[in-house]
């Protein structure tokens, strides 16, 4: 008889790492910081969110770590109707944002910390099997994915939930690629953190949660920036005619794409602040959103 042959194991870790170290490097604190000035908490419900609670299944009375909370999406909803919640980001701006939230609607249970996923967790008073469910909401640009699994496996006590692209990054948005002329940018960040798991003998299950993603800038030239950014190492392998024709593209685009924002759900109409040339001035939006689909993968910790 025919011995099936074994399947060569695969170093899903080292692939990830590779993977990271091409990519365009993470967005640091101090982006976060600055990028927080943009962001709200609106009333208004986000299928996302609510797709990400009802997946994740939390039993009533369970404590949670919300990893990468951002401004509080998943935090505030949690701690409204009584759990008590670890909400965790590198972001002062990102969490004094949601503070401010949690302040105006009298919620006491949230547990603020500025903290990162390369930090030692223990100092900052998240220790192991501290609470019984982890979350990490489109949160997981990392450099080590395998690590930064493992963290959540050991603060958690029953069960982790974690949200990972499936198509391009979501850092960058495919409709600017196309409008220059450059090769896309495509991901399939959940597939290593799926076989990863696998590999350590977990039991991931996989959903699927479609957001909208609705971006605002301070002014035209924040716009130009971030998108300009975004593109930049693509950009940087074109000759200098081939690049201004791809940047002349993008003008093109925002041209038909940026709309004032003040007529956004929870958006002001106004930036707080200075514009260029000290002006204040309205936010601004793209008239179409990005569409992005996220994998949400959740195991129990116990194999």
Known sequence: MTQTPALAPIDWSGRWKAFQAARRRSDDAAYWDERSKT???ADAPSTY???FLRLAA??????VLDMGCGTGALSIPLGAVGHKVVAADFSAGMLGVMERTLAEKAIASVRPVQMSWEDDWEARGVGEKSVDVCMASRSMAVAD???????LCRTARRRV???????????????????????EDVARDYLFAFNMLA?????PEVSYIRSVRRDRFSSREDARDRYRKMAE????????????????????WLDEQLVPAG????????LHGAREGGEAGEWLRLKDPQITTWAFVAWDVER
């Open 161 to 183: 939930c974690v949200t990972l692209a499936t198509g391009s990054s979501p850092r960058m948005d495919n409709r600017v690629f196309r409008v220059m002329g450059l090769p």
């Open 145 to 151: 994915l395998q690590a930064a699994l493992d963290k």
């Open 233 to 252: 190492q693509a950009l940087d392998q074109l000759r200098a005619s081939a690049r201004a024709a791809a940047l002349a593209r993008l003008e093109r």
């Open 199 to 203: 590999d350590g003998g977990f039991c």
């Open 39 to 41: 962001f709200t908490v």
């Open 58 to 63: 939390i039993r009533p009375g369970e404590t």
């Open 49 to 51: 969110v609510e797709d």
């Open 263 to 270: 007529d956004e759900a929870g958006a002001p109409a106004k």
